[in-house]
């Protein structure tokens, strides 16, 4: 297998459902996204061990907020997280790891086990729903012309840019790739991870990356502003 090249076979029908849960403050993993992760707590070190083990499964879930008091307990997650593979693990010579997850679904946690030493959860596979087929291609029409005008400002990712050229990818992937991607607040992430809803997904990245060109636009004009009148010290 070449570097480029990833073990991405998944079987729903194989899978028994019960996966480890990793949970970090800010990191939301959406599906067909990769992820690189250092694992060095000992207890996510025999985390990545097991995983390895068996299905190479973990579920990346975002801490709620408070969580820096419980943070070596239990503190509360969200329910609906993404749920990867690994797809790349190297063990260093001290124990750590370095691993490279590929996001494969969203799955939504129904059941929690003790942690022992790490925490475990029995899941369900979430299905995005594919929304409105006359409302999909003006909707990714409307969404690569404001990543354009987007990248105009802050400069383009190659990566992202072949994902948008290719036009026979499903506009949920074209979404999540997006969201993956761009300096998107924790919060928002997980928001739109938890949207089911192709079409309300789209729109709600849409207004964020709206409100971003209005706000760059605003200080482009503050930069462009004659501050040498007298009047206005």
């Not at 459902?17 to 599906?31: A, K, M, N, R, Y």
């Not at 239990?74 to 997850?101: Q, S, T, Y």
């Not at 494969?104 to 030493?117: S, T």
């Not at 790490?118 to 369900?124: L, P, T």
Request: charged share 30%; aromatic share 8%; net charge negative.
């Amino acid at each position: 297998m070449s570097d480029l090249e990833f073990d991405i076979h998944f079987d729903e029908q194989e899978f028994s459902g019960v996966i480890p849960v990793f949970p970090l403050p800010e990191v939301v993993l959406f599906p067909n996204m990769l992820l690189p992760l250092h694992i060095f707590e000992p207890r996510y070190r025999e985390m990545v061990r097991d995983a390895m083990a068996g299905e190479k499964l973990i579920g990346m879930a975002k801490l709620q907020p408070g969580w820096e008091n419980e943070y070596y307990g239990e503190p509360p997650i969200h329910e609906r997280i993404g749920m990867g593979k690994i797809v790349r693990c190297e063990e260093l010579a001290d124990g750590r790891f370095n691993i490279l997850l590929l996001g494969l679904h969203r799955v939504e946690i129904v059941e929690e086990f003790p942690a022992d030493p790490y925490r475990r959860a029995r899941v369900i596979l979430l299905e995005s729903e594919s929304g409105d087929a006359d409302a999909l291609n003006p909707m990714r029409q409307e969404l690569e012309l404001k990543y354009s005008q987007l990248t105009k400002i802050i400069g383009s990712q190659p990566a992202i840019d072949s994902v948008l050229e290719n036009q026979n990818l499903p506009l949920g992937l074209v979404t999540d790739a997006l969201m993956s991607s761009l300096r998107i607040d924790p919060e928002i992430r997980q928001e739109l991870l938890e949207e089911l809803d192709v079409i309300e997904r789209t729109s709600k990245l849409l207004e964020w990356i709206n409100l971003q060109l209005r706000a760059l636009q605003f200080y482009e004009k503050l930069d462009e502003f004659d501050s040498g009148d007298p009047r206005l010290n």
